[in-house]
């Protein structure tokens, strides 16, 4: 069973009144609104709904006012009756808007549902267009859409703009259909029904926002216009001109610049503008939005953008340098000036005009900016130029070694060397092996061309750095070394032809240009360490006399293996300190360190007036060794001649050895009786078939050997069988004899090859020791013979 019970009683006038409209949703967290309507009234209630029955969340939902009544709204001019319609975006969504018909007009706002007190916001009432009103042509009914509200007269159904209150549809029906009755909306699908007495009609709308930008724009309401013409550019650039008009007039000129950038306006003419009102951050601000929207095929543009931008920061730079009360202003622009420097969006248009901004920071004469951008399009060789052309040589050096590109380390140096020296060739030794030394190697040249100690030192300190830390083997790089240490270090000269080897093919050096090079500086000792390494012992001995007899003595000493030769540079040493020297203990000094030379063999290098006194001793040494060779002679001799008996007399015994087989003897190798073909019998006792010899000999052979026997195998096999017993026959092989070899000549060749020794006891057998026992390429087939 159904029962009803009175809510609520809404008064008007002093009296209850009857109900027009009613409308009831649910709003966020739980809480609900009702919106009743009199005849003059609009009623709010407002509160927390009970979620069990509905007919006990309106009882809690009313009893809220039961001791004051709750907000309303009352116009003076009455129809008889109201109507209520609500506009809701979307099924089961809460609704957007309301549109109240009463005696006074249309009561329209929006409905939000979050605000405490009441739903109603942002309320304005239009009045009913001319010939629509109490009395004669009174409205019928009222449906809200989105940006419309259309009301129903007797005759016709008329659209009003929401936004600004005008007609914009009349629509008349004809009196064959009766009057009109009412009109609603369903909210489902969004048709309108409108019906008379005799036909119902279906209102369907379309793109009912395709117009709104415009009532939006001549509102100055700009960013509803954008919204609602998106998807038209053509709508959107007429929205964003007039919105950039309008801030421009109210002097918001960085907010017009941005809009003027979106817009495709004459260019010209926007950029006039504000030069005209001497807005020189708005005009980069709207030549940074027209850079940035730029395609990648529009380089010119681009190049004259970022040129004119450069110059506006330049400009506003320059004139806020000197003024100390805008240094904050200074620096917030110096900043937003290197930002747009090293933006990466703009870093393809930079590079492309770079030789142009280069030329404009110069002509302003800023030096920071000029480095700072030239570091950013990574044109250091730019910023090393021009610390070199002011002299600025350390900064320069600063910036090679902070990017360390070889390639600007070889342009620089010839100039840097010049006038820092100590620190560029630190430079270059932090480097390492990042650079090729022959390349510096012409800066180095014309540094030391000077031939100050300080330039040939610094020219050797980095060679050096080159030879013994990095291990460079490049001939030019020790070349020139060598010849630095002639010039200006001789002492460290020959310590480092001692150290690089006494080997010609481990230097590195070119030994012909050495040996010019120390001759030419007066350099003997590195001059004879060099003739050493070329192994000119003769030209290394004469010049080391010059020099100093002991060196003179190692260098003799040196070729040990020529006897002769050492032999003859001993007696150069012993002439020189006979003749020149005049020095008789000397020389039986100099006799007495080499074993090869002889007192007969130093004697005629000294004068005829020298007494023999001198050398007694050494002559009796000569004697006694000579006397001891003799017998030593003799001693050999007589172990030759018991030796050589001994070996007639073994040859004597071998003559006189012979062997027995027996019938029952078998081969050694295919264990088959000896006798039944052509066999060898060794003095060991090992029996072979002629064939199984031959078969076991050839795999140990030599491969020229193997030929050797194949040869001899083919030429027995070609030659005539022996014959016996007639003229003819022995004719016949003295011919052939006279030919070639003999046949009894070829098996005696083959026998040596053969039977030179027993396959088993002799070498063959001993150099065979590392042969497997199966054959390699057998031992699958042996291996699964055993499985």
């Known amino acids: 069973d159904l029962y009803f019970r009175p809510l609520y009683v809404l008064n008007e006038e002093g009296g209850p009144a009857p109900v027009c409209s009613l409308e009831a949703e649910r709003g966020p967290d739980g809480r609900g609104f009702v919106i009743a309507t009199t005849r003059q009234r609009l009623f709010q209630f407002i509160g927390r709904a009970v979620e069990d029955t509905e007919a006990q969340g309106f009882a809690g939902l009313f009893a809220a006012y039961t001791d004051h009544p709750p907000p309303f709204r009352e116009f003076p001019s009455n129809l008889g009756y109201s109507e209520l319609a609500f506009y809701t975006p979307k099924l089961r969504s809460a609704p957007r808007a309301f549109a109240w018909m009463m005696g006074d007009g249309v009561l329209y706002g929006s409905l939000d549902c979050g605000r405490p007190d009441s739903l109603l916001s942002e309320e304005r009432v239009w009045e009913y267009p001319a010939g629509v009103g109490p009395g004669a042509n009174p409205p019928l009914a009222i449906v809200l859409t989105q940006f419309h509200f259309l009301l129903l007269l007797a005759d016709r159904v008329e659209a009003v703009c929401t936004l600004t209150g005008q007609v914009v549809l009349r629509d008349h029906f004809l009196e064959k259909f009766g009057p009109l009755r009412h009109m609603v909306k369903d909210s489902s699908t969004g048709h309108l029904w409108a019906y008379t007495e005799r036909a119902v009609f279906r209102y ?47 002097h918001r000129y960085l907010e017009s610049a941005r809009c003027y950038a979106l817009t495709q306006s004459y260019f010209e003419e926007i950029a006039l503008k504000f030069l005209e009102a001497r807005q020189e951050e708005a005009l980069a601000e709207f030549l940074q939005r027209k850079l940035a929207g730029l395609k990648p095929t529009e380089r010119t543009q681009a190049t004259l953008l970022t040129t004119w931008l450069t110059e506006l920061y330049l400009s506003r730079l320059g004139a806020l340098q000197g003024d100390p009360d805008a240094l904050t202003l200074y620096r917030d622009t110096r900043e937003c000036f290197r930002t747009f420097l090293s933006s990466p969006r703009h870093k393809e248009w930079l590079f492309a005009s770079r030789a142009s901004i280069h ?22 060789e730019r910023v090393v130029a021009y610390h070199c052309q002011h002299e600025a040589y350390e900064e ?3 910036v090679l070694a902070r990017h360390r590109d070889p390639q600007l380390f070889y342009k620089f140096s010839p100039i840097l060397i010049r006038h820092i020296p100590r620190q560029l060739v630190d430079a270059w030794i932090e480097m390492g092996s990042r650079l090729d030394a022959r390349q510096l190697i012409p800066a180095l040249v014309n540094y030391s061309q000077g031939g100050e100690a300080q330039q040939v030192s610094q020219a050797i300190r980095y060679m050096e750095f080159c030879v013994n830390v990095l291990g460079e083997t490049e001939q030019a790089i020790h070349n020139y070394l060598l010849s630095l240490y002639a010039r200006g270090q001789p002492a460290s000269l020959l310590a480092y032809l001692e150290q690089a080897g006494a080997s010609p093919h481990r230097v590195h050096y070119d030994l012909k240009y050495a040996l010019r090079l120390c001759a030419e500086h007066g350099h003997h000792r590195a001059c004879v360490h060099v003739y050493k390494v070329l192994e000119l012992y003769e030209e290394a001995v004469d010049l080391a006399l010059q020099v100093d007899v002991d060196l003179a003595k190692q260098c003799a000493d040196l070729p040990e293996e020529d006897e002769e030769l050492r032999k003859k540079l001993w007696l150069k040493i012993a002439r020189h300190v006979v003749q020149e020297e005049e020095d008789v203990q000397t020389a039986m000094a100099c006799l007495a360190s080499c074993p090869l030379l002889k007192i007969e063999d130093v004697l005629p290098f000294f004068p005829d007036f020298v007494t023999i006194d001198h050398f007694k001793e050494a002559i009796c040494s000569s004697l006694k060794a000579y006397n001891h060779h003799i017998q030593e002679l003799q001693r050999e001799m007589e172990e030759a001649t018991a030796s050589a008996q001994r070996i007639r007399r073994d040859l004597q015994e071998l003559r006189g050895r012979y062997g027995t087989v027996e019938p029952q003897d078998k081969c050694s190798t295919c264990d088959f009786p000896l006798l039944n073909r052509p066999f060898y019998l060794f003095l060991c006792g090992h029996m072979f078939h002629a064939d199984c010899l031959l078969q076991a000999v050839r795999p140990g052979l030599p491969a020229y050997k193997q030929a050797r026997l194949e040869e001899l195998q083919r030429k027995l096999g070609a030659a005539p069988p022996p014959t016996k017993g007639s003229v003819k026959a022995k004719e016949a092989e003295a011919g052939a004899a006279a030919v070639g070899p003999s046949r009894e000549q070829l098996k005696a060749d083959l026998d040596e090859l053969v039977a030179a020794e027993c396959v088993y006891c002799g070498e063959l057998m001993i150099r065979s020791i590392d042969r497997p026992f199966i054959d390699p390429q057998r031992y699958e087939e042996e291996h699964l013979s055993w499985l």
């Not at 960013?223 to 109210?250: I, S």
């Not at 404009?360 to 990574?378: C, K, N, P, R």
Request: proline share 1%; charged share 30%.
């Open 396 to 398: 320069a050096l600063a």
């Open 204 to 250: 369907h709308v379309q793109r009912e926002a395709r117009d709104v930008w415009r009532t939006y724009l001549d509102m100055n309401r700009f960013d509803l216009a954008k919204e609602y013409c998106r998807e038209r550019p053509d709508c959107l650039d007429t929205v964003l001109a007039r919105e950039a008009d309008f801030c421009f007039r109210q």
């Open 359 to 380: 030329e404009l920071l110069a002509s302003h004469g800023d030096t920071e900016h000029m480095v700072y951008f030239a570091v950013i399009m990574q044109d250091y």
